[in-house]
Structure formats: structure tokens, C-alpha cells
């Protein structure tokens, strides 16, 4: 099943914040709440799909020289596109992303898929690619940011993008006991960090229980 | 459709398809192979990624 | 003076990378040596300053007279990207020794979000054009200063005692924590 694997890729195995560690700017500035999340990472996941579905329909017609500038303006052109619809459909949105958006030009995620994958495969690969690894940001963001929020404002929140006024669920776990350093950009560092910290534990384990099985 | 933002547009892509092959064709071998920093991230946009070498290191086979 | 508080607060305060995320990718890729750290802020320096000042000149006096503003996104990445191309080209061409040192890093520059981040800040916060130049300056200096220093704390830490889930990346990130913790004390500086 050799599509779904590309697919699923993106999702864990090869998680582009968590494993590949690419796009860490825009992932550790904008998870201050999970509204925020959900917003930044279905325009990662829009422009991803669109630059991989575009760069993959062009691939025979693009010199192989120019290829990076090639994909640099039809990236910045996409970018362009989304935050002018951000900035008119989701203004709130937009405020709290702020410069944010534009700087998904520059997300390493993006180029780096269009460089690695849909410059070399089929129409419908790079959907399928590009839809896993745009899943997988937003997963990641998500996870996140849910920690953030949590333990920095003592509650989750979350709000209609398209009209900022509508909550879908808001509710409060923890008010006083609330550690408000986690909404301020060291704890986003911290929760980071420990996030890593538990995937390589759990990487340590299986490479021990490996190790094990072969010494028997 | 405003004719100077394609005036524009076209004159800045030229200019960077014009400064990226000049780049590209000026070749410095002293330092060209300075893989030690350059595993440091998975950035494949930068022209030092590992993956941009493979095919130098498959011709040279 | 405004333009001294402008400078201490980007460089410290507002520091770059930890408080307002730009460069943090170059920040965990390319601190494992001091020195490499340092020439790594040169280069960024450089392009940074340049790049600033360039993206506010064309923004002012081509975009906006001729009511295309909606293109400054592809105009900066382009403008950035073929600046960076130049400088490498120019450098290859003339100074081998500067080239070994730092070009390695110029290609990293292009996608580094700093640049393109100060380039729409200096837009966005309606700097003039003095006040942009001071930005483009203390904002790499602020981030040179930064990574030099995870640079000789990553060093150590590579000999500490750390937990063996935590070795490499966590721990680093963690160190950026605190360090950020430490700058966030001084925010009511200026």
C-alpha cells in the first residue's frame, strides 16, 4: 500500500517539526493557543497542498537549473494569495498571527517537500504527501500548543476563526495554580523541549529492547 | 491587471534567475566540501544539503 | 535618545530569536562550535543590514507610487534571495579566505525567516528610514550575540551529565528556555 505510507509519513514517522525539526519559528511563536494553532496550520496545510499539486504539474516544463527560484516565487505567490483571503475571511485571525503568515514563504517545510518530493513524483503522490506532512504540522502544533495554553492560562479555549466572537468550547481546569510563564516564548522553548525529550525516550526504549532481542 | 506590478514582477525574477546562475557556475573547491556544519539542519533549500551532492559523489563512482 | 533605546531594546530586549522566534532553526544547526557560531553572525549581519535597508528603499520608493504594495512578499523574498546570491558569487570571486569562513552559511540566510521577518517589520512598525537601518543592525548583532553564546553553553553540554533523553536537541532547546527566561527579567529596560 504504497500511498498510504506516504500519507502516514508525514503524520509521524517523519513529523516535520518533531522529527525533521523544520518550521520551528512559526511553530513556537504562534502556539500561544490552540484558536491560533488550528488557524496557522490549515494555511500551512492549504499552501502545502496547492505549491506541491502546482510544482508537481509543472515538473517536466521547469528547467532543472532554475528550479529553486522557480519554486520560491510560486510559494511567495501562493503565500500572498492566503493571507490577503486570511485577512479579509479571518480577521482575527490574522491579527493574532500577524507576521506570521507571510513568514510561511520561508518555512523550510514547504521548499523542502516541493524540493525533495513533488519535483520528482506524480499529481497525486504530492497531494497525498503534502496532505500528510500538513497534517502532521498541524498535529504537532496542536499538541503544542495544548500544552501551552494548559499549564500556562490554566484552560483551553477555542474560537470560530471565521468570526472570533464565537466560542466553540472554552473551559478552565486550573485558574490560580496556572504557570504563566508557558504563554511567554521561554515556555514555548521548555514545552518543546520536553516534547523531544519523550519522543527520544521513547526512541531509547525501542533501540534497548532492540538491542536486546539481538543480544539473546 | 496592472502592467507595472508584471514589469515588476518579471524584472525581479530576472534578476534573481540571473544572479542564481551566475552564482551557480562560479565554482571554490578550497572549502566546497565543508560537510561538518552542514548536516547541522534538514534546511534542503540551502545549496550545502547533502542531497544536492549525492549525484557528484554517484558520478564520481 | 530614540534611536539608542531602538538599538538596546531589538538587540536585548526584543531579542530576535528569543522573543520573537526568527532565527531559530540556524540557532539548533549551526551552534555546536563557538567560532563557527560567530562567523555564522557575520554573514547574517551583513545580509540582514543590507537587506533591510534595500527592502525599505524599494518599498517606499517603487511599490508604494505605484500602488503595488500587494507584491512587497514576492518582491522581499526576491530581493533577499538574489542579494544573497550576489554576495556569495562576490565573495567566491574575490576572497576565498572570507568564503571558507562564512559563505557556507550565506545559501542558510536565504530561507532564514530573520531577514524576511525585519523586512516586514520595519514595514509594519512604520520605522523611518534611519530607524530601519538601526533595526537591521541590532537585530543580527542581537542574534550573533545570542547564538554565541548557546554555542560555548552547547560545548559544555556536551561533556555535562545530561539525562540520555534529553541529550542533543531537548536539552538545547530547554537552555534557550532559561536564557530567554533571563532577557525576559530586563523588559522593563526600555
Same mark, same amino acid.
Given at each position: 500500500?504504497?500511498? %498510504?505510507? %506516504?500519507?502516514?509519513?508525514?503524520?509521524?514517522?517523519?513529523?516535520?517539526?518533531?522529527?525533521?525539526?523544520?518550521?520551528?519559528?512559526?511553530?513556537?511563536? %504562534?502556539?500561544?493557543?490552540?484558536?491560533?494553532?488550528i488557524g496557522m496550520g490549515i494555511a500551512v496545510l492549504c499552501v502545502l497542498i496547492m505549491s506541491n499539486v502546482i510544482i508537481s504539474l509543472l515538473r517536466k516544463i521547469i528547467p532543472n537549473e532554475i528550479r529553486i527560484p522557480v519554486f520560491i516565487v510560486i510559494i511567495a505567490t501562493l503565500v500572498k494569495c492566503v493571507q490577503m483571503l486570511m485577512n479579509a475571511f479571518t480577521?482575527?485571525?490574522?491579527?493574532?498571527?500577524?507576521?506570521?503568515?507571510?513568514? *510561511?514563504?520561508?518555512?523550510?517545510? %514547504?521548499?523542502?517537500?516541493?524540493?525533495?518530493?513533488?519535483?520528482?513524483?506524480?499529481?497525486?503522490?504530492?497531494?497525498?504527501?503534502?496532505?500528510g506532512m500538513g497534517l502532521g504540522y498541524t498535529f504537532a502544533v496542536l499538541v503544542i500548543s495544548f500544552f501551552?495554553?494548559? *499549564?500556562?492560562?490554566?484552560?483551553?479555549?477555542l474560537f470560530n476563526p471565521f468570526d472570533a466572537s464565537q466560542v466553540i468550547f472554552q473551559f478552565e481546569v486550573f485558574g490560580d495554580y496556572a504557570v504563566s510563564l508557558f504563554?511567554?516564548?521561554?515556555?514555548?522553548?521548555?514545552?518543546?523541549?520536553?516534547?523531544?525529550?519523550?519522543?527520544?525516550?521513547?526512541?531509547?526504549?525501542k533501540a534497548n529492547k532492540a538491542k536486546k532481542v539481538e543480544g539473546k | 491587471m496592472n502592467l507595472w506590478a508584471i514589469l515588476w514582477l518579471a524584472l525581479l525574477v530576472a534578476i534573481f534567475i540571473g544572479t542564481y546562475i551566475l552564482n551557480k557556475n562560479?565554482?571554490?573547491?578550497?572549502?566546497?566540501?565543508?560537510?561538518?556544519?552542514?548536516s547541522g539542519c534538514n534546511n534542503f533549500a540551502c545549496s550545502h544539503h547533502s542531497a544536492h551532492h549525492e549525484e557528484e559523489i554517484k558520478d564520481e563512482h | 535618545m530614540g534611536l539608542v533605546s531602538l538599538f538596546i531594546g531589538?538587540?536585548?530586549?526584543?531579542?530576535?530569536?528569543?522573543?520573537?522566534?526568527?532565527?531559530?532553526?540556524?540557532?539548533? @544547526?549551526?551552534?555546536?562550535?563557538?567560532?563557527?557560531?560567530?562567523n555564522m553572525g557575520y554573514a547574517v549581519t551583513f545580509v540582514i543590514f543590507v537587506a533591510s535597508i534595500v527592502t525599505y528603499v524599494l518599498y517606499y520608493q517603487v511599490l508604494k507610487p505605484l500602488k503595488i504594495t500587494y507584491l512587497d512578499l514576492i518582491t522581499f523574498i526576491l530581493v533577499i534571495a538574489s542579494l544573497v546570491q550576489f554576495v556569495e558569487m562576490f565573495l567566491k570571486k574575490t576572497s576565498p579566505e572570507i568564503y571558507k569562513s562564512m559563505g557556507v552559511y550565506l545559501p542558510l540566510i536565504t530561507t532564514n525567516c530573520a531577514v524576511l521577518? #525585519?523586512?516586514?517589520?520595519? $514595514?509594519?512598525?512604520?520605522?523611518?528610514? $534611519? /530607524?530601519?537601518?538601526?533595526? @537591521?543592525?541590532?537585530?543580527? !548583532?542581537?542574534?550573533? !550575540?545570542?547564538?554565541?553564546?548557546?554555542?560555548? !553553553?552547547?560545548?559544555?553540554? /556536551? $561533556?555535562?551529565? #545530561?539525562?540520555?533523553?534529553?541529550?542533543?536537541?531537548?536539552?538545547?532547546? $530547554?537552555?534557550?528556555?532559561?536564557?530567554?527566561?533571563?532577557?525576559?527579567? !530586563?523588559? @522593563?529596560l526600555v
Open positions: 500500500m504504497k500511498k %498510504i505510507d %506516504i500519507f502516514k509519513k508525514g503524520l509521524f514517522v517523519e513529523n516535520p517539526i518533531f522529527v525533521l525539526l523544520l518550521g520551528l519559528c512559526s511553530s513556537l511563536a %504562534i502556539t500561544t493557543s490552540l484558536t491560533n494553532a480577521p482575527a485571525l490574522y491579527e493574532s498571527l500577524g507576521v506570521f503568515i507571510p513568514l *510561511i514563504v520561508v518555512n523550510c517545510i %514547504i521548499l523542502g517537500r516541493a524540493e525533495s518530493f513533488a519535483s520528482k513524483n506524480g499529481v497525486f503522490d504530492s497531494l497525498l504527501d503534502a496532505m501551552r495554553e494548559l *499549564i500556562g492560562t490554566g484552560g483551553l479555549s504563554t511567554q516564548p521561554a515556555g514555548a522553548f521548555i514545552t518543546l523541549g520536553c516534547i523531544l525529550a519523550f519522543i527520544q525516550f521513547l526512541k531509547v526504549k | 562560479t565554482p571554490k573547491p578550497e572549502g566546497c566540501e565543508d560537510m561538518s556544519e552542514c | 531589538l538587540t536585548f530586549v526584543n531579542n530576535v530569536v528569543l522573543s520573537k522566534f526568527y532565527a531559530v532553526c540556524p540557532l539548533l @544547526g549551526v551552534s555546536k562550535k563557538p567560532k563557527n557560531a560567530l521577518g #525585519v523586512a516586514l517589520d520595519n $514595514i509594519s512598525a512604520g520605522y523611518s528610514f $534611519i /530607524e530601519a537601518a538601526v533595526a @537591521g543592525l541590532a537585530v543580527p !548583532i542581537g542574534f550573533t !550575540i545570542v547564538i554565541y553564546l548557546f554555542a560555548t !553553553i552547547r560545548e559544555r553540554l /556536551e $561533556i555535562a551529565n #545530561v539525562p540520555e533523553s534529553f541529550k542533543g536537541t531537548p536539552i538545547a532547546l $530547554i537552555t534557550a528556555g532559561i536564557m530567554a527566561c533571563a532577557l525576559a527579567g !530586563i523588559a @522593563g
